[in-house]
């Protein structure tokens, strides 16, 4: 397969998403930080290959992908999952009510995860300029994006009390999409305790063979 | 087919959507007005069937698909075009890349369109309460929306000089998420007339073999 050159920043979830989904696969990545004290997101050559001016990117051959939820599609239907050759892995799916579960959970990560959790640990977290270049919305208040994170939480923790992941009976990329800001809430100063059943998806993801840490979220305690 | 019943309103751009693509598609939808002014969707039955208090929802049988993104997904995937057998529709795809492509303008869809052109209607259309009770973020400002919305109406030009539907050479449900509310922008006092590629692109799409109007959205010009 052609080599996949991933543009991405080591604070940012969204590129993450991406690597992770790359470990649990054991798909190599070529790391490409993006530098955003030149505001690279708005250089020409940046532009011509994303005109939204966001991160995570993926460049496969002539192909490139962007936004993370495209990217984590691509990669989990391409790939088998590790020791098998089958695609798509167990990640994504070929049955079509399997495939609107999980864009569901993607789309819920796109709105209540970003304007919620994410939105707080941004306020608390980045310097105005560098939050405001890689989100449509600007920085949040962090009043909305607190009551939007727990509003956000509780409905996980719905969901979570009865079924042990968000979309289907495994992991998919529903759960790397809505996994990885919901565990830096912390960050923002929401505090997950009262939601138990989240904690809990929280440490069976870790557990997941492959799994890697980033700044903000440890690896599985054990 | 089992019967598909779809809670929906008529003022809603994401129901929209939805209907939209069952008229391209000539499927017949059984169609639940759900009841704003008794505040309907946080009524314990539909709590139950979407804890997100979100419409449009689509009940098949015993499945149950909430956001707009997965339902069009699930439509265009399970039912052939017209005067055809094949699934998915021409509105999907079975390549894994093709896929990403679309699910990539599903997240600009619920991001940016969402933030801007949408946000900017309903500031302008719709009483607080309302549109609080479908929004994560409650009413933006209108200078916010604003600023959104012209933002990516010039990402959309750029892409549509060179292309004429977004995702793939033809229209897709990509298409179908991002044309209603630029289509609606007029109604949050977004002017399309410095986008001319964008302006030509929701001709095309008016004039798909049964396009149905919404309020705010007329038929195609002949």
Same mark, same amino acid.
């Given at each position: 397969m052609a080599s996949l050159r991933l543009y991405t920043l080591d604070q940012s979830g969204n590129s993450y998403k991406v690597r992770l989904l790359a470990a649990l696969l054991g798909i190599t990545l070529e790391l490409i930080e993006v530098d955003m004290a030149n505001d690279e997101l708005h250089s020409p050559e940046f532009l011509a290959m994303n005109p939204r001016a966001q991160i995570p990117v993926l460049v496969v051959g002539d192909k490139t992908f962007t936004d993370s939820a495209a990217i984590l599609v691509y990669l989990a239907g391409s790939y088998p999952d590790?020791?098998?050759?089958?695609? @798509?892995?167990?990640?994504? /799916?070929?049955d079509i009510a399997e495939q609107a579960a999980i864009v569901d959970w993607l789309a819920f990560a796109t709105g209540w995860i970003h304007n919620g959790v994410s939105g707080a640990r941004k306020v608390l977290n980045f310097p105005a300029k560098g939050f405001s270049m890689n989100d449509p919305l600007g920085p949040p208040t962090l009043e909305t994006a607190t009551a939007v994170g727990y509003k956000s939480l509780a409905m996980l923790q719905t969901r979570l009390c009865t079924n042990e992941?968000?979309?289907?009976?495994r992991p998919t990329i529903a759960d790397i999409a809505v996994f990885v800001y919901v565990a830096l809430a912390h960050m923002g100063n929401? /505090?997950?305790? @009262?939601y138990p059943a989240v904690k809990s998806w929280i440490s069976r993801f870790k557990d997941l063979p492959g799994f890697i840490p980033m700044i903000g979220i440890d690896g599985p305690k054990h």
């Open positions: 590790v020791g098998s050759t089958k695609t @798509p892995s167990s990640f994504w /799916s070929n992941w968000l979309a289907l009976g929401i /505090s997950l305790d @009262p």
